[in-house]
């Protein structure tokens, strides 16, 4: 059973920087075609904010992000990450992780088969 626990979220205040992290279980993430973060703020939908291939070679970033965060991967320690730097109060949502087994739809929900639980990012301005 494949498991993805996300961590580093927190408060930080505008023009701080984060580092989110995704872990995963009971799969290695470099038989995954594409690991992705994705992020949700209360009364919206889940978008799409960045996501990267199995050897961490072709990343795709959505164009609120492009230049201020970064996605990044070692399959050695089963985890990818989220650098995010520059942040924006509209930066704050919960960020989801997700796997993709293909690699279809790689900036839609339903192009990943595999999600964690979340982690919270709140920037204060």
């Known amino acids: 059973q494949v498991q993805l626990v996300e961590s580093g979220g927190g408060l930080v205040q505008a023009g701080g920087s984060l580092r989110l992290s995704c872990a995963a279980s009971?799969?290695?993430?470099?038989?995954?075609?594409?690991v992705a973060w994705f992020r949700q703020a209360p009364g919206k939908a889940r978008e799409f904010v960045a996501t990267?291939?199995?050897?961490?070679?072709?990343?795709y970033y959505a164009d609120s992000v492009k230049g201020r965060f970064t996605i990044s991967r070692d399959n050695a320690k089963n985890t990818v990450y989220l650098q995010m730097n520059s942040l924006e109060p509209e930066d704050t949502a919960v960020y989801y992780c997700?796997?993709?087994?293909?690699?279809?739809?790689?900036?839609?929900?339903?192009?990943?088969?595999?999600w964690g639980q979340g982690t919270q990012v709140t920037v204060s301005s």
């Open positions: 997700a796997a993709a087994r293909r690699s279809e739809s790689i900036t839609n929900t339903w192009g990943y088969d595999y």
């Open positions: 990267i291939n199995w050897s961490g070679d072709t990343t």
């Open positions: 009971g799969r290695t993430f470099s038989s995954f075609a594409m």
